[in-house]
């Protein structure tokens, strides 16, 4: 019985490995209905490290609409990467507050008005989950409608756009060193300093 626990748990994650690259946060605007002159509003809709020009999704906070079909194991609590990612101040600069996102590497882009980026250079630890169908979960799919529904119907607001990913991802246990983006890089990704320097995040008030 514990060679086939080991056996399942080393088809699911790899040791802890180091990892540097480029991490983004993707935010969209969102406007709710039923308030008058509501704040600025974000749906925190997905988290990427970029390294190497490729993009890998990453389990970074408890407000991402990005939702995985296979979960990590038990000794990752929500504490540890949410933690991870929030414990420097060019991701936020109030992360006991979980609905006011205030301050941080904050960019936008001219052709994407209704979005914000969080970004900024990361050397850190973490796990990679990896995609099998033994670990997969189809009834995430039914919760997340679900969930959004009755979203729907006792707020009568829309709810953020969620997203069901299949695909291998990261889960940041330590950030070991944080830089912010070259003018270069800036350019690279076509990013300009946001005027926004604070925001609500989407369904958390």
Known sequence: MTIILSLIMLESFTQEIKVKGTLVFF?????????IDPPIMYCLDSIRLITRNKAVPVLGDLVQNEYFSHEGPQKFTANIYTNAVRSTVLYCENPGTNHIHTGGAIFERKDLPDKLFICFNINAKAYKVVSTQKNENDSIYSIRKRSNSEFIISENEQPCDFFINTHDYLIITELTKTMALTK????????????????W?????
């Open 27 to 35: 935010y969209t605007k969102r406007v709710p209905v039923v308030f």
């Open 201 to 205: 995040r989407y369904g958390l008030w």
């Open 184 to 199: 270069r890089q800036q350019a690279k990704y076509k990013f300009q300093k946001s005027k926004v320097s604070e925001f």
